[in-house]
Protein backbone atom coordinates (compact mmCIF):
# COMPACT_ATOMS: atom_id res chain seq x y z
CA UNK A 1 0.00 0.00 0.00
CA UNK A 2 3.02 1.77 0.15
CA UNK A 3 2.66 3.03 -3.66
CA UNK A 4 -0.91 4.05 -3.33
CA UNK A 5 -0.16 5.88 -0.63
CA UNK A 6 2.79 7.97 -1.78
CA UNK A 7 1.17 8.78 -5.18
CA UNK A 8 -2.27 10.36 -3.14
CA UNK A 9 0.58 12.67 -1.36
CA UNK A 10 2.30 13.46 -4.71
CA UNK A 11 -1.08 14.37 -5.71
CA UNK A 12 -1.46 16.55 -2.77
CA UNK A 13 2.19 18.28 -3.61
CA UNK A 14 0.95 18.60 -6.81
CA UNK A 15 -2.78 20.17 -5.83
CA UNK A 16 -0.79 22.42 -3.35
CA UNK A 17 1.82 23.86 -5.87
CA UNK A 18 -1.11 24.51 -8.72
CA UNK A 19 -3.34 26.30 -5.80
CA UNK A 20 -0.19 28.75 -5.13
CA UNK A 21 0.27 29.33 -8.97
CA UNK A 22 -3.70 29.72 -8.87
CA UNK A 23 -4.15 32.11 -6.32
CA UNK A 24 -1.08 34.44 -7.68
CA UNK A 25 -2.69 34.55 -11.31
CA UNK A 26 -6.56 35.00 -10.04
CA UNK A 27 -6.89 36.09 -6.67
CA UNK A 28 -10.15 33.97 -6.92
CA UNK A 29 -11.07 32.69 -3.54
CA UNK A 30 -13.51 30.41 -4.28
CA UNK A 31 -11.28 27.95 -7.11
CA UNK A 32 -8.54 28.59 -4.00
CA UNK A 33 -10.67 27.32 -1.96
CA UNK A 34 -11.98 24.39 -4.19
CA UNK A 35 -7.85 23.14 -4.41
CA UNK A 36 -7.07 23.92 -1.04
CA UNK A 37 -9.68 21.61 -0.43
CA UNK A 38 -8.32 19.03 -2.69
CA UNK A 39 -4.92 19.44 -1.09
CA UNK A 40 -6.56 18.63 2.14
CA UNK A 41 -8.40 15.55 0.98
CA UNK A 42 -5.76 13.99 -0.98
CA UNK A 43 -2.89 14.25 1.94
CA UNK A 44 -5.35 13.16 4.31
CA UNK A 45 -6.11 9.74 1.88
CA UNK A 46 -2.65 9.28 1.69
CA UNK A 47 -1.65 9.68 5.31
CA UNK A 48 -4.55 7.35 6.36
CA UNK A 49 -3.17 4.66 3.07
CA UNK A 50 0.22 4.35 4.19
CA UNK A 51 -0.81 4.60 8.01
CA UNK A 52 -2.98 1.59 7.67
CA UNK A 53 -0.48 -0.12 5.16
CA UNK A 54 2.22 -0.46 8.19
CA UNK A 55 0.18 -2.08 9.98
CA UNK A 56 -1.49 -4.45 7.60
CA UNK A 57 0.58 -7.55 6.41
CA UNK A 58 2.32 -7.19 3.04
CA UNK A 59 -0.04 -7.73 0.02
CA UNK A 60 1.00 -10.06 -3.02
CA UNK A 61 1.41 -6.89 -5.04
CA UNK A 62 3.72 -5.24 -2.65
CA UNK A 63 6.02 -7.59 -2.89
CA UNK A 64 8.41 -7.23 -5.64
CA UNK A 65 9.39 -10.88 -6.45
CA UNK A 66 6.00 -12.19 -5.74
CA UNK A 67 4.33 -14.72 -8.08
CA UNK A 68 0.72 -14.24 -9.58
CA UNK A 69 -0.19 -17.26 -7.66
CA UNK A 70 0.09 -15.37 -4.37
CA UNK A 71 -2.92 -13.81 -5.41
CA UNK A 72 -5.22 -16.66 -5.32
CA UNK A 73 -8.11 -16.75 -3.00
CA UNK A 74 -11.63 -14.68 -2.43
CA UNK A 75 -11.63 -11.49 -2.64
CA UNK A 76 -14.60 -10.24 -0.57
CA UNK A 77 -18.14 -10.47 -0.93
CA UNK A 78 -19.61 -8.63 -3.87
CA UNK A 79 -23.27 -7.74 -4.23
CA UNK A 80 -25.59 -9.75 -7.35
CA UNK A 81 -27.74 -6.43 -7.66
CA UNK A 82 -29.48 -3.90 -5.95
CA UNK A 83 -32.22 -2.03 -6.71
CA UNK A 84 -31.48 0.21 -2.88
CA UNK A 85 -29.35 2.65 -4.94
CA UNK A 86 -31.80 3.30 -7.23
CA UNK A 87 -34.32 4.01 -4.75
CA UNK A 88 -31.57 6.64 -2.54
CA UNK A 89 -30.73 8.24 -5.70
CA UNK A 90 -34.63 9.53 -6.39
CA UNK A 91 -35.47 9.79 -2.10
CA UNK A 92 -32.32 12.33 -2.33
CA UNK A 93 -33.67 13.99 -5.75
CA UNK A 94 -36.79 14.69 -4.20
CA UNK A 95 -35.60 15.97 -1.18
CA UNK A 96 -32.92 18.51 -2.75
CA UNK A 97 -36.22 19.20 -4.83
CA UNK A 98 -37.96 20.06 -1.65
CA UNK A 99 -34.99 22.17 -0.13
CA UNK A 100 -36.15 24.53 -3.42
CA UNK A 101 -39.56 24.40 -3.54
CA UNK A 102 -40.79 23.81 0.51
CA UNK A 103 -40.05 22.21 3.56
CA UNK A 104 -42.91 19.85 3.71
CA UNK A 105 -41.42 18.09 0.00
CA UNK A 106 -37.72 18.21 1.66
CA UNK A 107 -38.94 16.05 4.80
CA UNK A 108 -41.34 13.83 2.67
CA UNK A 109 -37.91 13.78 1.06
CA UNK A 110 -35.91 13.02 4.14
CA UNK A 111 -38.22 10.43 5.25
CA UNK A 112 -37.80 8.60 1.90
CA UNK A 113 -34.14 8.99 2.56
CA UNK A 114 -33.75 7.63 5.31
CA UNK A 115 -35.90 4.54 4.31
CA UNK A 116 -34.15 3.79 1.63
CA UNK A 117 -31.05 3.64 3.61
CA UNK A 118 -32.19 1.49 6.45
CA UNK A 119 -33.26 -0.85 3.17
CA UNK A 120 -30.04 -0.96 1.56
CA UNK A 121 -27.92 -1.61 5.06
CA UNK A 122 -30.29 -4.67 5.95
CA UNK A 123 -30.72 -5.59 2.41
CA UNK A 124 -28.43 -9.08 3.06
CA UNK A 125 -30.19 -10.00 6.51
CA UNK A 126 -33.68 -11.11 4.52
CA UNK A 127 -34.59 -12.70 1.44
CA UNK A 128 -32.67 -14.82 -1.27
CA UNK A 129 -29.22 -13.09 -0.58
CA UNK A 130 -29.23 -13.44 3.41
CA UNK A 131 -26.09 -14.62 4.85
Keep these: MKVEGWLFLGCGLFFGGVDVVYWFTSHDPTGTTALAMAVGMTVLTGFYVLF ?26 FPPKSWWPLFLGLSAAI ?27 YEYYRGNYAH
Design 52 to 77: TGRRLPLRPEDDTQGEIEEGTGELGF
Design 95 to 121: AALGAALGWWLFLIGMLFTVCSVIGWV
